[in-house]
């Protein structure tokens, strides 16, 4: 999501925002509240929506994003020095709220391998982020889009995707048959989930599978869950890799339509952030 502040029918732009509070969610989740005046331009569906969060490098007050080069913003950035310019991260917009303007982020703990999973732990009211994210509802951000016509949807989450599978869920039609698998680290993750649908949530937790890969027992799981309608829609989300191999069961063995598939790698096993990126970047440009 590389759209800019400036142009006038853009659906996103860039929103200075604050830490309001934390709170931990589970023991592997802390939710991050973030509030500022520019949110009461910021819009919502909810469901998937991802923004880009740019925090500030340790020793600095505010993240540093060239927002004065307009258009140019991105590969400005990318030309700042490591050290200087803003951590930039991918996250669901877990929840908007007005009066006051508050969003709501949720961001897994994973030891203290990374920059934002580390500014995340340590986060105090006050501290200064900036937010890439919609001024527009419907906007491309939003990748789950249930057909008109489905009778059932299919769900597969690990934990990085929990906060778009639980908002997903939330605005599910009343009576909708949805199976749903959840990959999470410990017992503990597991929450009460509101949704209208027909759900048969099931918890895939990794204290009772140590050395699973991400998505191994959910491969099992969906194949031998009984299949409900005859139009579904699947939605699948978290480690690249094994959104593949989800995306190839239901297509290959479950007999879906690939155009009603969504599948969506926020990360990938042994590749940062920043590698993803540039790799997008190089076939972008080589295309």
Request: aromatic fraction near 8%.
């Amino acid at each position: 999501m590389t759209a800019t502040l400036t142009a006038p029918l853009s659906p996103y732009r860039f929103f200075h925002v604050s830490v309001e509070r934390t709170c931990l969610v589970g023991p592997s989740t802390v939710r991050v509240t973030f509030s500022g005046a520019d949110l009461a331009h910021c819009a919502s569906l909810g469901l998937d929506q991802s923004l880009s969060l740019f925090l500030p490098r340790p020793g600095q007050d505010a993240p540093v994003v060239p927002l004065e080069e307009g258009e140019g913003w991105w590969p400005a950035w990318r030309a700042l020095d490591e050290d200087v310019r803003a951590v930039m991260r991918s996250y669901t917009l877990r929840a908007l709220r007005r009066d006051p303007d508050e969003i709501d982020i949720d961001f897994v703990l994973h030891g203290d391998l990374g920059p934002a999973t580390r500014w995340a732990a340590r986060a105090v009211p006050g501290q200064r982020a900036v937010v890439l994210g919609p001024r527009v509802a419907d906007n491309a951000a939003v990748r789950f889009r249930l057909p008109r016509d489905a009778d059932s949807v299919l769900i597969w989450a690990d934990g990085t995707a929990l906060p778009a599978a639980e908002a997903i869920l939330g605005t599910l039609p009343a009576g909708l048959a949805a199976d749903v698998w959840l990959d999470v680290p410990h017992t503990a993750d597991r929450r009460p989930l509101q949704t209208p649908a027909d759900a048969r949530i099931t918890w895939l937790v990794g204290d009772d599978a140590p050395g699973a890969r991400p998505g191994e027992r959910a491969l099992e799981a969906a194949r031998t869950t009984a299949r409900r309608g005859t139009r579904p829609y699947v939605w699948l989300a978290g480690e690249a890799d094994a959104v593949k191999a989800m995306r190839r069961l239901f297509v290959r063995e479950r007999g879906v339509d690939k155009g009603r598939v969504t599948f969506v790698g926020y990360w990938r096993r042994g590749s940062s952030e920043e590698e993803l990126r540039a790799r997008r970047a190089e076939k972008v440009s080589n295309a």
